[in-house]
């Protein structure tokens, strides 16, 4: 069983920057494939980022390519989203996930095993 949770969630100013951290406790989430994905209520679920077990991997949602990046703290079994030049359109609950052991990136919501309650990101002037 993996417990994640999702942190550093806020108000910003569009241009504004935040960083999400998820944390994953009863198991290393060293060995895990991890994800970010986003949801605006009354759509569907938008893939962020994604990093492979290693971290020597990473993909994007083709929204936010050049603006986000995806990192991991094996150490400190947390797993990042540094989200640069926030718009308007990135507000949106972000979920992280946690995949299976030596997985690598992923866009698809099946490939992740354990989800957080989800932190609010909410960008506007």
């Known amino acids: 069983q993996v417990l994640v949770s999702e942190s550093g969630g806020g108000l910003v100013q569009p241009g504004a920057s935040l960083r999400l951290s998820c944390e994953a406790s009863g198991q290393s989430v060293a060995a895990l494939g991890m994800g970010w994905f986003r949801q605006i209520p009354g759509k569907e679920q938008e893939f962020v980022a994604s990093i492979d077990w290693s971290g020597s991997d990473t993909d994007y949602g083709n929204s936010v390519k050049g603006r986000f990046t995806v990192s991991r703290a094996n150490a400190l079994n947390t797993v990042y989203l540094q989200m640069n030049s926030l718009k308007s359109e990135d507000t949106a609950v972000y979920f992280c996930?946690?995949?299976?052991?030596?997985?690598?990136?992923?866009?698809?919501?099946?490939?992740?095993?354990?989800w957080g309650q989800g932190t609010q990101v909410t960008v506007s002037s």
């Open positions: 996930g946690a995949g299976y052991p030596r997985m690598s990136y992923s866009q698809i919501p099946d490939d992740y095993d354990y």
